[in-house]
């Protein structure tokens, strides 16, 4: 049963610290996703990539987030320094282009972060 | 601002009854999708449309693509309490594969 695999599931942290969060996507998808999801905002995008290549990631901080796709199993989303603001569930998300810029994309179960 | 509006932001309705979700845009999409998201999960791809005044159906539910691709509905009928979950629509434009996502809809179904 292949699926996305976040970790870790949850995470409390201090501000001011690192923090990584890992993405294991589906095995043959080529596009990856990263969401933040809070009561107020929704479900925001921060980066996607595209065969391990950034395409967009207009919607990150850049000033303290970080992604990146060190291999094809493997997509990171780092924080740092982390801020209570950053608090939120963290999605990733992976699929393959369907053509006119479709994309069925399969999400993972998300890493809630809780910055103190 | 949301690229892709969705109203209601709440419902809350009796097993049995009828609901339409709207999901609204000043923009032009190539694609658009309804995706439930339950409590603790992720979202869970339910349809995508692509062609203007498309309209689908998967078991009791409903979806319609506007004829300009600008907006889509939802419609549940005789909902059940199973249907109950926030929903969201996302959109995608012909190019690059960039997946935006509404406010969603969250919805009630009382037994």
């Known amino acids: 049963d292949a699926r996305v695999t976040q970790t870790p599931r949850d995470k409390v942290t201090e501000m001011g610290q690192e923090v990584t969060m890992r993405c294991q996507p589906i095995l043959g998808h080529n596009t990856v996703f990263w969401y933040r999801q809070t009561m107020m905002q929704g479900l925001e995008l921060l980066a996607y990539?595209?065969?391990?290549?950034?395409?967009?990631d207009s919607g990150m901080p850049k000033d303290r987030f970080s992604a990146e796709m060190p291999d094809a199993t493997l997509a990171t989303l780092k924080i740092q320094p982390s801020e209570p603001r950053d608090s939120a569930v963290y999605f990733c998300?992976?699929?393959?282009?369907?053509?006119?810029?479709?994309?069925?994309?399969?999400f993972g179960q998300g890493t809630r972060l809780t910055v103190v | 601002t949301q690229l892709l509006e969705q109203s209601p932001q709440f419902l809350s309705i009796q097993e049995g009854e009828n609901l339409t979700v709207y999901c609204n845009s000043s923009s032009v999409f190539s694609s658009l999708q309804w995706y439930r998201q339950e409590p603790g999960e992720g979202p869970v791809l339910l349809v995508t449309v692509v062609t203007g005044g498309e309209v689908k159906k998967l078991k009791r539910l409903t979806f319609q693509f506007g004829d300009a691709r600008k907006d889509s509905s939802l419609h549940i009928t005789a909902a059940q309490p199973g249907d109950t979950g926030l929903y969201l629509c996302?959109?995608?434009?012909?190019?690059?594969?960039?997946?935006?996502f509404g406010g969603g809809t969250r919805v009630l179904v009382k037994p």
């Open positions: 996302a959109g995608a434009k012909a190019a690059g594969n960039k997946l935006t």
């Open positions: 990539f595209r065969n391990r290549a950034p395409l967009d």
């Open positions: 998300a992976s699929g393959f282009p369907l053509g006119q810029g479709m994309v069925e994309a399969f």
